[in-house]
């Protein structure tokens, strides 16, 4: 039954990775862009969501009202105005440029809110827990946060899979060029997607914050989770995402059984395990070549 409890958990905790995840593979599978300051967004997600929590006296679930609409037009902004320029020059411009946004936030958030430790407040249910028999109880929040996770991938692949926006993104992630040839405008579909990764960082920043203590320099660590999901799951595929990130949790929630301190080394182990046997993920698609 222990075995169990400590599998259960980590599949929960795989539905935060999750979170994570689906933003950066939303940007990689549309414009095959890597972000490295994805981790610092949702951590600047959060810091946000202390300020309107403390100036409005809101709830934090309340405060997502505000804070994702804030962060997707950050991202569209962002898109617009810096990285489309660096679009079709190769992998590293957007990589130095995403590496320097991640400094500069890190450095703004340790100047603004210091390097103290801060968490989010949501009234109880961060520590209300569901008994499932047996001895079994769940977290009612972080079941919240994987059912959250699940609901989004959900309306994304209706979205990418029958709208005309996700046929756009499917073109344009295809053949960028022909794309464009067809009268689709490039630009202003990657600022899209750019918005839509930034407002789900900012749904996975609050949840970490409400789940656990975040500092200034805790963007980094998102990132790499993220990253190892993402890529345990396969490039491109939404909901290899979801069970990349499970894989991830289940890892470290047994490492973490069998000693406290192998927690972490574990999910990153069994990260190189997968890349070793699979090296383009369990579930990725193919992609075009140019």
Do not use: C
Not at 123 to 132: P, V
Not at 208 to 229: K, Q, Y
Not at 240 to 268: C, E, K, M, N, Y
């Amino acid at each position: 039954m222990v075995w169990l409890d400590t599998v259960l958990q980590g599949v929960l905790l795989g539905g935060l990775y999750a979170l994570f995840a689906t933003g950066l593979s939303v940007i990689f599978g549309v414009m095959r862009l890597v972000n490295l300051a994805h981790g610092d967004f949702s951590i600047l997600a959060a810091f946000l969501a202390v300020v309107i929590v403390q100036t409005l006296e809101l709830n934090p679930l309340v405060a997502l009202v505000l804070v994702v609409p804030i962060m997707g037009a950050v991202g569209w902004t962002l898109q617009r105005l810096v990285l489309n320029r660096l679009l079709g020059r190769g992998i590293l411009p957007a990589v130095l440029v995403t590496f320097g946004l991640s400094i500069v936030i890190q450095n703004g958030l340790l100047e603004t809110f210091s390097a103290d430790s801060r968490r989010l407040n949501p009234g109880g249910i961060e520590t209300a827990s569901i008994a499932l028999g047996g001895g079994l109880a769940v977290g009612a929040f972080p079941l919240l946060t994987f059912a959250v996770a699940v609901l989004l991938l959900v309306g994304l692949q209706l979205v990418i899979g029958r709208s005309a926006l996700g046929r756009a993104f499917r073109a344009a992630s295809d053949d960028g060029a022909t794309a464009a040839l067809m009268g689709i405008d490039r630009d202003r579909l990657y600022a899209l997607a750019m918005a839509l990764s930034l407002a789900i960082v900012a749904i996975a920043g609050i949840a970490l914050g409400i789940r656990t203590t975040f500092t200034f320099s805790s963007g980094p660590d998102r990132l790499l989770f993220a990253f190892e999901a993402v890529i345990i799951g396969g490039l491109g595929s939404l909901w290899g995402t979801l069970v990349g990130g499970v894989i991830l949790g289940v890892a470290q929630t047994i490492g973490a059984r069998l000693s406290p301190g192998w927690g972490i080394l574990t999910g990153h182990l069994v990260f190189l395990a997968v890349l070793q046997l699979r090296p383009s993920g369990l579930f990725a698609k193919s992609r075009r070549v140019d």
